[in-house]
């Protein structure tokens, strides 16, 4: 049987030619093992984020994160505007205050509360020894279940059933390398990312990049919708053990892993319009 992953060939990120990434002006990305390395942010992975912004890179990470963490990161780190909780709002920086921009879609607030609850019960109830992940207090749009991140890994089989109650509930629900996130609304990481985008991505200075100047770099199966929807995209190399649970593949594939593989990104990138150090 063909494998998912060979219906569309993967090719090495360091074959990627400079031709095609000459044109590329902003770099989306996802957080969690895509720039960190077994949770930690890397010297490296955050030189080469800098690097990519004094080379004038619009940066912009989308990430299942809550909105606590999102506060932070628009505010410190070197992007334009950071997309959080799987696509339910941008935060950005105008005028030395944060901002948000929050994307059409998910219920309202007191609704929300209610259909989370409701769903936290069932899960409580299927799954008595599940946890909320730690940044769940943090969270404005969604459960965070911890199968990978500070308890000890699930089996497959177990998150798969996991997903599907959410799913049977209603719930849009993505794993990701560390959380099963599960939300009400119609929106993903590409509605969220692309909200903010037609709202003349507020945050970021200087003209919007073209759809084709844009390249996403991600890790998991809960970065399928960015795979798709970009016209150039790149797993790190710990995307591997997905592939065949994923439909949509990323153009390429880098040979490092997480943040390694984030700093080749970076480093292609910079040496492909002559910026390198
Ligand atoms: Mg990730």
Same mark, same amino acid.
């Given at each position: 049987?063909?494998?998912?992953?060979?219906?569309?060939?993967?090719?090495?990120?360091?074959?990627?030619?400079?031709?095609?990434?000459?044109?590329?002006?902003?770099?989306?990305?996802?957080?969690?093992?895509?720039?960190?390395?077994?949770?930690?942010?890397?010297?490296?992975?955050?030189?080469?984020?800098? #690097?990519? #912004?004094?080379?004038?890179?619009?940066?912009?990470?989308?990430?299942?994160?809550?909105?606590?963490?999102?506060?932070?990161?628009?505010?410190?780190?070197?992007? *334009?505007?950071?997309?959080? !909780?799987?696509?339910?709002?941008?935060?950005?920086?105008?005028?030395?205050? $944060? $901002?948000?921009?929050?994307?059409? +879609?998910?219920?309202?607030?007191?609704?929300?509360?209610? @259909?989370?609850?409701?769903?936290?019960?069932?899960?409580?109830? !299927?799954?008595?020894?599940?946890?909320?992940?730690?940044?769940?207090?943090?969270? !404005?749009?969604?459960?965070?279940?911890?199968?990978?991140?500070?308890?000890?890994?699930?089996?497959?089989?177990?998150?798969?059933?996991?997903?599907? @109650?959410? $799913? +049977?509930?209603?719930?849009?629900?993505?794993?990701?390398?560390?959380?099963?996130?599960?939300?009400?609304?119609?929106?993903?990481?590409?509605?969220?990312?692309?909200?903010?985008?037609?709202?003349?991505?507020?945050?970021?200075? +200087?003209?919007?990049?073209?759809?084709? !100047?844009?390249?996403?770099?991600? *890790?998991?199966?809960?970065?399928?919708?960015?795979?798709?929807?970009?016209?150039?995209?790149?797993?790190?190399?710990?995307?591997?053990?997905?592939?065949?649970?994923?439909?949509?593949?990323?153009?390429?594939?880098?040979?490092?892993?997480?943040?390694?593989?984030?700093?080749?990104?970076?480093?292609?990138?910079?040496?492909?319009?002559?910026?390198?150090?």
């Amino acid at each position: 049987m063909t494998p998912a992953c060979a219906q569309r060939p993967i090719l090495l990120w360091r074959h990627a030619s400079f031709a095609q990434l000459r044109k590329v002006r902003a770099v989306a990305f996802d957080i969690d093992d895509t720039f960190t390395s077994h949770g930690k942010i890397t010297p490296q992975a955050f030189a080469a984020l800098w #690097k990519l #912004k004094r080379a004038g890179y619009a940066l912009v990470p989308i990430t299942g994160r809550p909105a606590g963490w999102c506060d932070h990161i628009a505010r410190f780190w070197p992007v *334009d505007a950071v997309v959080g !909780e799987n696509g339910a709002f941008a935060f950005f920086m105008r005028d030395g205050v $944060r $901002r948000r921009h929050d994307t059409p +879609g998910p219920p309202v607030r007191e609704e929300r509360r209610r @259909l989370l609850a409701g769903l936290g019960d069932r899960i409580r109830a !299927e799954f008595p020894d599940a946890q909320w992940a730690s940044d769940q207090d943090y969270r !404005e749009y969604d459960l965070a279940i911890d199968y990978c991140e500070d308890v000890s890994a699930w089996p497959d089989f177990e998150v798969e059933r996991l997903v599907e @109650l959410c $799913r +049977g509930a209603g719930a849009h629900a993505k794993v990701s390398s560390i959380h099963v996130n599960a939300w009400f609304g119609e929106y993903d990481k590409v509605a969220g990312f692309r909200s903010w985008l037609e709202a003349g991505a507020p945050g970021l200075n +200087g003209p919007v990049p073209a759809e084709d !100047e844009w390249i996403f770099v991600g *890790d998991s199966p809960n970065d399928e919708p960015m795979f798709g929807a970009f016209p150039l995209s790149v797993g790190v190399a710990n995307l591997q053990p997905f592939l065949e649970q994923v439909e949509k593949t990323p153009t390429w594939i880098t040979d490092s892993q997480s943040g390694d593989g984030f700093v080749e990104v970076a480093e292609r990138l910079l040496e492909a319009r002559g910026m390198d150090e």
